[in-house]
């Protein structure tokens, strides 16, 4: 005989694992390709030969197109108001997780041989194939989370899933790729990075189906279930975005965050590469940001239920800044020391960027709820999808802003490992000096300009409650 399933009050399946685990699926098929974004500047420019300038420049053009593509999309999903079997976020995800079985390994085609415009050419169109079915994908996925549970402990319990998905993701490809694709001289051996996106493609589709085929919608978001719905508007959207103050401030957090991470992106594995001359080291040091997130996973409910989100962040931001400060002003030298030294600092950074990392997918969620309470419509793709359009705009300005200033600084990718000891310098300070920034941005983003605090939340949460219950029974 089948085991019975709880069921909540409204008849839904009680939420529990199977939703974090389903919830956790999604970002880990994602990041399938996702995670192979931060091998692209070092392919195209030391194994295609891409100029360090030119290529800049085309990464800014396509991320400024990935950026507008995410409010495209979203106020597609948004509009649409046909019925489906189960969900229309779910039916988006599915018809972007079919183009990612392929889509990813176009970002590396090892063509090394074609004229340089060709390669301009390629990449240009690999990314653009790549960005729309990644969009199509993950916009309704970030979006559906504000649909599997309205309670603030649980969303946050999802958005660390959502994380701890992404790391499963990425731990293997941080770890094991710099093994494959760096040879003895620390140089990269980029042709087999093709096969490795192929492969990550296939085991992204099925993630992604397992999590459409296990996840429960449970929230209502009908007006008034015997009234006809207002049509979309895109523009009075953009404007409730505009003034969402939640919205804007987890945009700012991610802005900062992306733009200084990912602008030391490169600089760091040229850093790794000349300066501890210890490429393949990378990949494991780069688990270490990640620790923080695991450490905090099992009591992330007990800390939202006591403190609320903001107030933890802000406190693990000004913990996170005290690290990246002394791993800037102190001295760190190329050896076995200096590696021991920036390994204790970023152990103290990850304790830090922890709980910011296990909620911050939740944070977005709150700001859909809040942009219902304060205007009166939810509008998830939309919201969603502009917050994402900060976000890949600052992946453009991140890594073009970072290779130009290597550049500027000395990097020659010509060179490969054999960087000048002067420029090894600089990208050593370049990367630690970066970091320090983006901490600093992020204690203002958070503290200054995010502005749901744990007794808003809870206010938000009492009010919209009692007007589905009122909608409801009209």
């Known amino acids: 005989m089948a085991k019975s399933v709880p069921l909540d009050a409204n008849g839904y399946p009680q939420f529990g694992l199977r939703d974090k685990i389903a919830y956790a699926a999604g970002d880990f098929g994602c990041n399938m390709s996702f995670a192979l974004k931060s091998y692209l500047t070092i392919f195209w420019t030391q194994y295609m030969g891409i100029d360090s300038y030119l290529m800049a420049s085309l990464l800014l053009i396509v991320q400024v197109w990935d950026a507008i593509n995410d409010p495209v999309i979203g106020g597609l999903v948004d509009a649409d108001k046909r019925r489906y079997k189960r969900n229309k976020f779910l039916v988006y995800i599915s018809v972007g997780s079919c183009g990612l079985l392929v889509a990813g390994a176009c970002c590396f085609l090892p063509f090394r041989g074609m004229p340089s415009m060709v390669k301009n050419i390629l990449f240009v169109a690999g990314y653009i194939i790549w960005d729309a079915f990644y969009t199509i994908a993950n916009v309704p996925y970030g979006s559906v989370m504000s649909l599997i549970t309205t309670d ?25 790729l710099p093994v494959f694709v760096y040879d003895a001289d620390n140089n990269l051996k980029g042709g087999i990075i093709f096969w490795i996106a192929l492969l990550l493609g296939g085991i992204g589709f099925l993630a992604f189906q397992f999590m459409i085929r296990n996840t429960t919608i449970r929230v209502d978001t009908s007006i008034n279930l015997k009234e006809e719905q207002p049509k979309f508007n895109p523009v009075k959207a953009v404007a409730n975005f ?6 804007i401030g987890v945009a700012c957090l991610s802005v900062c965050e992306i733009i200084g991470l990912y602008g030391v992106m490169s600089a ?28 905090y996973m099992p009591f992330i409910d007990k800390i939202v239920k006591r403190f609320g989100k903001k107030e933890p962040i802000l406190a693990g931001f000004c913990l996170t800044a005290t690290a990246y400060a002394l791993m800037t002003f102190l001295p760190m030298t190329p050896d076995r020391n200096g590696l021991i030294f920036y390994t204790v600092c970023a152990l103290l950074a990850t304790l830090g960027n922890g709980l910011y990392s296990c909620m911050v997918w939740s944070l977005v969620a709150d700001a859909i709820d809040y942009n219902e309470w304060k205007h009166g419509v939810r509008d998830e793709g939309t919201t969603y999808a502009l917050y994402s359009f900060f976000r890949k705009l600052a992946q453009g300005i991140g890594p073009s802003l970072g290779l130009v200033v290597a550049t500027m600084l000395g990097y020659d990718a010509s060179l490969g490992a054999a960087q000048s000891p002067e420029t090894a310098l600089r990208m050593r300070y370049l990367v630690t000096g970066g970091l320090l920034v983006t901490a600093i941005c992020q204690i203002i983003s958070v503290g200054v300009i995010y502005n749901l605090d744990r007794k808003t939340l809870a206010r938000i949460s009492e009010d919209l409650k009692q007007r589905r219950e009122q909608g409801a029974g009209a």
């Open 152 to 176: 603030p402990a649980e969303r946050a319990e999802l958005s660390t899933w959502r994380s701890a998905g992404a790391l499963l993701a990425a731990l293997p490809i941080m770890m094991l």
């Open 242 to 247: 505009a003034r969402n103050r939640a919205a």
């Open 268 to 295: 760091s594995q040229i850093m790794f590469q000349s300066y501890f001359k210890n490429a393949k080291i990378s990949g494991l040091l780069s688990v270490i940001a990640w620790l923080g997130m695991f450490i």
